[in-house]
């Protein structure tokens, strides 16, 4: 089995940052991609942002020029910086694995609410 924890959600104010960060740890795996997705209340599920093993990114285009996406692979650590956030960003954050050998993994998911 393969677990995943997210950390850094947070309460932030219009404008500011945060990072969120998630780690896949338990089982090895040949990773596939990892990616971020969000889920508004009374919204369905949304990516935000996927980055593939080579290094290939794919974004929301919501959030282009405002979020990077970027892993550690010898971590198994993948990160999300968000920056000029927005209060239409608010919602649960979750972390996304895709593996080629393994199937699929998702986190437990971080809130991130934006609001002054």
């Known amino acids: 089995q393969v677990q995943l924890v997210e950390s850094g959600g947070t309460l932030v104010q219009p404008g500011g940052s945060l990072r969120l960060s998630c780690a896949a740890s338990g089982s090895s795996f040949t990773l596939s991609a990892m990616g971020w997705y969000r889920q508004a209340p009374g919204k369905q599920r949304e990516l935000v942002a996927l980055i593939t093993s080579s290094g290939s990114t794919n974004y929301a285009y919501s959030v282009k020029g405002r979020f990077t996406i970027s892993i550690v692979n010898a971590r198994n650590t993948v990160y999300l910086q968000m920056n000029s956030l927005k209060p239409e960003d608010t919602a649960v954050y979750y972390c996304?694995?895709?593996?080629?050998?393994?199937?699929?993994?998702w986190g437990q998911g971080t809130q991130v609410t934006v609001s002054s």
């Open positions: 996304n694995l895709s593996t080629r050998d393994r199937g699929d993994y």
